[in-house]
């Protein structure tokens, strides 16, 4: 390699590190300052965050919660009543009545609980069907059962205590 190709890759070499390589920074094409030395058009300073050019500040994220935690709990909590139109997440326990009202094909849904087992009965005047799910070990989730478009999802909360989705097309 002749000298001269030498002296040009380090001066490249050279201008490129000094530049940046790539950044916004560049040489103007004006006329040199008095001094001999070439200006550099640089980007506009941004303003500190903190002064009152700097417009609104941006609202901070927040961390997100834990999502096991925020399943523990059903968001309608013991509020039967918050399904009367067949969307909701509440908790229940054997025995239990869930009241519809009938917009989807049924009037009713009956809870019976067993052990790990939950059985619901979607009653519509003087009809019924029956499913029977397991939810086995604690945050256990069932399947999706779904009877005239309503679907019924049940879990197991960390308490053991079950609590069903119950949501609609």
Do not use: Y
């Amino acid at each position: 390699m002749s000298a001269r190709v030498l002296v040009l890759l380090t001066t490249t070499a050279a201008a490129l590190a000094l530049t940046g390589c790539g950044s916004d920074t560049h040489l103007a094409s004006a006329a040199p300052t008095p001094g001999g030395h070439p200006v550099v058009d640089a980007p506009a300073a941004q303003p500190d965050p903190d002064s009152p050019e700097a417009g609104p500040a941006k609202p901070k994220t927040k961390p997100k919660g834990n999502p096991k935690a925020a399943a523990a709990e059903a968001k309608d909590g013991t509020d039967l009543g918050a399904c009367l139109d067949a969307t909701c997440e509440v908790e229940v326990s054997d025995g239990q009545e869930i009241p519809l009202d009938g917009r989807h094909g049924a009037d009713s849904i009956a809870v019976k609980v067993r052990g790990d087992q939950v059985t619901f009965t979607m009653r519509n005047k003087g009809s019924k069907a029956t499913t029977t799910q397991w939810l086995i070990g604690s945050n256990a989730v069932g399947g999706t059962s779904v009877f005239n478009g309503i679907r019924l999802t049940p879990r197991k909360g960390p308490d053991g205590k079950v609590i069903v989705d119950i949501s609609h097309d």
